[in-house]
């Protein structure tokens, strides 16, 4: 099916565009889109682990400001514009070099629907947890990565629906935010978010409440709103209403899973590893809305229950009645690290059979040897 996207931001059209629409110029024409596609992933992950080595459990900025070195906050403004820059050319220059391709749609949302976790937990670095005076609480973030996740979920759902997706508002904001807080952390310290802002709010509250605002009220509405305009036009690609509301299934039970894992929990797992759960979190959904990307471009059914719902079920039966006992945090810990390593081997294998499918290289713009 042919890819259309609608981009309808000020910020994006009248700012963004015109700068990548520069930068675009310099990439050399041999280079391949999906480099540069994963060469932005590939900066946010490092990144991401970079505060993880300086901050595991979210407290250095609240604790000891100055745990995590300015450098590391000046460098995770840069890798996040570059990677903001490079996800945003990356299509641009597959039309340029016309190598636009099924696959380079699906490296393109597949890497995004994950790297969208990642910037949250990257940020909450920034504000540090709840220590009794300042910061945010691990449910806050919970209930904030929840929200995100929701967002880029409603706008995939929007596209199996509707076979138009229509770029949310929220993506240019956020990295624009993302970035500039990186810079206000790094030149004025982290202290700035540990001060009132306006009426005994913080900075972080002010975020919390813009991006709830947003969502419920901006994006979400204008999600319904498309589908509904699909539906009076008699475009929609889904007759029934149980197969346009197929797609929602899976991520809403894994969020109400995790959410009772998070709640009943009886050593309170988010307050104790929070960076490994809410790292869970994100790779799973991430897993449940690529398969969501592949059925609304291939035009097949999702299929009902997600495989990760299974074992996931299992895990949190053993650690809500007490099963696991003190060993629900290293359950949590190798549950983690089969998820994340499943997600991965997702990835290559349904590139590895798109390239061959399709006859391109994934990272060169060489053509396959025909057999």
Request: glycine share 6%; charged share 10%.
């Amino acid at each position: 099916s042919q890819y259309s996207a609608v981009d309808t931001n000020p910020l994006s059209v009248y700012i963004m565009q015109p700068i990548w629409n520069k930068i675009i110029k310099i990439v050399p024409l041999w280079i391949a889109p999906n480099l540069l596609t994963f060469s932005g992933f590939v900066m946010v992950l490092f990144n991401y682990f970079l505060i993880s080595f300086y901050d595991w459990d979210y407290t250095a900025s609240g604790t000891s400001p100055g745990l995590v070195p300015t450098w590391v906050w000046l460098f995770s403004a840069f890798t996040t514009f570059c990677a903001y820059a490079l996800d945003s050319i990356d299509g641009k220059h597959a039309r340029r070099t016309q190598s636009s391709s099924p696959l380079g749609e699906l490296f393109d949302h597949g890497l995004d629907s994950w790297a969208t976790s990642i910037f949250v937990l990257s940020f909450f670095s920034v504000c540090s947890r709840d220590n009794g005076r300042t910061g945010v609480s691990v449910y806050t973030m919970y209930i904030y990565l929840s929200i995100v996740l929701f967002n880029f979920m409603c706008s995939h759902w929007e596209k199996y629906n509707t076979g138009v997706l229509f770029l949310p508002w929220g993506y240019d904001i956020s990295q624009v935010v993302l970035i500039a807080a990186y810079l206000l952390t790094g030149t004025v310290g982290v202290e700035v978010w540990q001060k009132p802002l306006l009426f005994g709010y913080y900075i972080t509250d002010v975020l919390v409440i813009l991006l709830i605002g947003f969502s419920l009220f901006l994006s979400f509405p204008q999600t319904l709103y498309n589908i509904h305009r699909a539906h009076l036009k008699k475009t929609l690609k889904n007759d029934s209403l149980y197969e346009g509301l197929l797609p929602l299934v899976s991520p809403l039970l894994l969020f109400v899973l995790l959410t009772v894992w998070v709640v009943l929990s009886p050593s309170n797992i988010l307050a104790k590893q929070p960076r490994l759960f809410l790292w869970m979190v994100g790779v799973a959904f991430s897993n449940v809305i690529c398969k969501v990307i592949i059925c609304q471009m291939s035009s097949t059914r999702p299929e009902l229950f997600h495989w990760f719902l299974f074992p996931l079920v299992l895990v949190v039966y053993a650690a809500i009645s007490g099963l696991l006992g003190c060993m629900e945090e290293a359950v949590l810990g190798v549950f983690t690290a089969l998820v994340t390593a499943a997600h991965v081997h997702y990835g290559v294998c349904v590139g590895r059979q798109l390239s061959e499918h399709l006859n391109i290289y994934i990272f060169s713009l060489k053509k396959r040897a025909q057999e």
